[in-house]
């Protein structure tokens, strides 16, 4: 009996102490201080989501899918007159310049040398097709000797875009060439 009412003498107090702290804190609660709620920035490498989603994949895999669908991201805003009336469409020229300047800028600093390799030779291609555009830029063209130019520059674009998708396959990721 004795240990009885001592249990329920702890019990009791505990009840109680977790009780009044509970009214003090509504009754007195701390001062806002958004300083103190301020957050640091933090870098995030991989989410939670990506890991269970892809429980087993590289992280290597992950950066050059990211880094394809940024590239394809860059091709969008392209635009798709080329040639207006018998010129070469300024419109087009600056997107083509504006897409080779924002792609071949991109870090490809943690990939491997042979992807690196294959991406700088795809963005030699594209620099090659920008020159050739500006060089033409707003001037009458031979719509015929044009497009059998255009379509060389374009098989080039093509051949070096299939190295750089089959390397990023090869490395893990799961992409598609457009």
Known sequence: MRNSRTVYGLIAFAVAFVFSAGLVRILFPAPYDPAALAVA?????ESYCDRRRHPKKPKLAMRLEE????????????????????MVSATYTD????????????????FP???????????????NYADYLDLN????VDTEVFSSKQRKYNEE????W????????????EVTPY
């Open 67 to 86: 880094f394809i669908e940024q590239d394809k991201a860059n091709g969008d805003d392209r635009s798709t007159d080329l040639i207006d009336g018998n």
């Open 113 to 127: 040398r042979e992807f690196v390799a294959a991406w700088n030779e795809h963005m030699r291609a594209w620099k």
């Open 95 to 110: 997107s083509v310049r504006e897409y080779y300047d924002t792609s071949s800028s991109m870090n490809t600093d943690a």
């Open 137 to 140: 830029r707003e001037r009458r």
């Open 41 to 45: 920035p933090v870098q995030v490498r």
């Open 157 to 160: 674009i093509s051949r070096t």
């Open 162 to 173: 299939g190295i750089v998708i089959r390397l990023a396959r090869e490395n893990g990721a």
